[in-house]
């Protein structure tokens, strides 16, 4: 396992508030929170990035991301809704690289969410690029 500070709380010699604890995850409360509740969901594998991710480490975390996000709706905090969030790399926002998803519950008017303006690309564009990323899926 490479150093990193996700992988000292796997391996238990960091603390953390843990919320979830299964044989290849660890999920447990984010120190730096957007929101009250917002947590973490970290696979055990070190993976630096989505493309080094184990396509079963990856459905396990969203599984689990999808069970705590169902429990944040109906338990006793305040939560109108929530987001999942994963960022892939520095210019996505990744600060600590080993894969983690972000479980984010929220409040109407709690002051959180994306504020990038989106764009309307016209139909020729949208092929365009849908085509691209088809050929970078095909084997």
């Given at each position: ?10 391996a238990?010699d960091?603390?953390?508030?843990i ?5 290849d ?23 630096p990035g989505?493309?080094a991710?184990?396509?079963?480490d990856?459905?396990?975390i969203?599984d689990a991301?999808?069970r705590?996000?169902t ?5 006793a ?11 892939d ?11 983690h998803?972000?479980?984010i ?7 959180f969410g ?9 139909r ?9 990323i088809?050929n970078?899926?095909?084997?």
């Amino acid at each position: 396992m490479t150093d990193c500070v996700f992988c000292a709380i796997v391996a238990g010699d960091a603390p953390a508030s843990i919320v979830l604890d299964e044989p290849d995850l660890i999920a447990f409360m984010d120190i730096r929170p957007f929101t009250a509740g917002h947590l973490l969901v970290v696979p055990k594998r070190h993976a630096p990035g989505l493309g080094a991710l184990d396509p079963e480490d990856g459905f396990r975390i969203f599984d689990a991301g999808r069970r705590i996000a169902t429990a944040l709706r109906s338990g006793a905090l305040p939560v109108d809704g929530v987001n999942l969030f994963l960022a892939d790399g520095e210019a996505a926002g990744q600060e600590v690289f080993h894969v983690h998803l972000h479980v984010i519950p929220r409040r109407h008017g709690d002051g959180f969410g994306l504020r990038a303006v989106p764009r309307s690309p016209n139909r020729t564009v949208l092929d365009g690029t849908a085509a691209a990323i088809r050929n970078a899926l095909a084997p």
